[in-house]
């Protein structure tokens, strides 16, 4: 499975942003999926993730109430869609595909087995 990340860009605090992740090569639509994010001088972070069927979510504390991630299976793309971001969002973002497909969403990173080649999200204050 091959996974593209779009829809970084420059905002302005408080601006919305949404991302997508388009899948090909696979059944990326029956497995679980997952944003990361690394901000500058910091390790890779969990943000959120969803179940293969999107029944199932679960976000980072810091993203909690303004990160909200969904997914189209018929279009084999998932979404991020950011609202209120601030200063501290910024970051590389990076989509991420298990071979898991239970409800279950992992926040571990070495839980996903494929990964997309991240897009920048700059959030000027």
């Known amino acids: 499975v091959q996974l593209q990340a779009s829809g970084g860009g420059l905002v302005q605090a408080g601006d919305s942003l949404r991302l997508s992740c388009a899948a090909s090569?696979?059944?990326?639509?029956?497995?679980?999926m997952g944003w990361f994010r690394q901000r500058p001088g910091k390790e890779r972070e969990f943000v959120a993730g969803i179940s293969p069927g999107g029944d199932s979510t679960y976000y980072g504390h810091s993203v909690q109430g303004r990160f909200t991630i969904s997914r189209e299976n018929a279009k084999n793309t998932m979404y991020l869609q950011m609202n209120n971001l601030k200063p501290e969002d910024t970051a590389v973002y990076y989509c991420?595909?298990?071979?898991?497909?239970?409800?279950?969403?992992?926040?571990?990173?070495?839980?996903?087995?494929?990964w997309g080649q991240g897009t920048q999200v700059t959030v000027s204050s």
């Open positions: 991420a595909g298990t071979n898991y497909r239970g409800r279950y969403v992992s926040t571990a990173e070495s839980q996903y087995d494929y």
């Open positions: 090569g696979g059944a990326a639509s029956r497995n679980g």
